[in-house]
């Protein structure tokens, strides 16, 4: 298996959420679709809608892609609260864990701060400012 690539769902947010990703782990987004963009005759889009992402994408590392969407709002809220699922980021080092831990966490709730487990693994894990759970972690032995 060459990766496998969370999606993410959120309420009108993801741009703004992709945003600070993009702050902490660097890169360029790949694709932004919006809903406008797919708008047809077949296919109407409120206006509230235009501007919200059906579509984004953001790799980080080397085969990796964080993709992302709004739920339309005829399809309900999501409940980051409610969703246990948890987006593991495996750092090359102690450094790197520590800078993407510090820099996704700003916002949000530490559930486990960042150290070293009993396990052998240096790790963290925290939900961020947009309901996201997060596990950072450094594992010397790989």
Do not use: C
Not at 36 to 43: G, H, M, P, T, V
Not at 66 to 95: C, Q, T, W, Y
Not at 106 to 114: K, R
């Amino acid at each position: 298996m060459r990766a496998i690539n969370p999606w993410i769902n959120f309420n009108g947010n993801a741009e703004e959420a992709f945003t600070f990703y993009k702050s902490v782990f660097g890169g360029e987004f790949t694709k932004i679709i919006r809903f406008k963009d797919l708008a047809s005759a077949e296919f109407s889009v409120a206006e509230s809608e235009a501007n919200k992402l059906m579509y984004i994408s953001l790799p980080i590392g080397n085969h990796n892609v964080l993709i992302a969407n709004d739920v339309p709002e005829f399809m309900g809220r999501v409940n980051e609260n409610e969703n246990r699922s948890k987006i593991v980021v495996s750092a090359e080092s102690k450094e790197e864990a520590d800078q993407i831990f510090n820099g996704l966490s700003v916002g949000g709730e530490i559930e486990g701060p960042i150290g070293d487990g009993p396990w052998g693994t240096y790790a963290g894990m925290f939900r961020d400012k947009y309901g996201i759970e997060w596990i950072v972690e450094f594992d010397p032995k790989l």
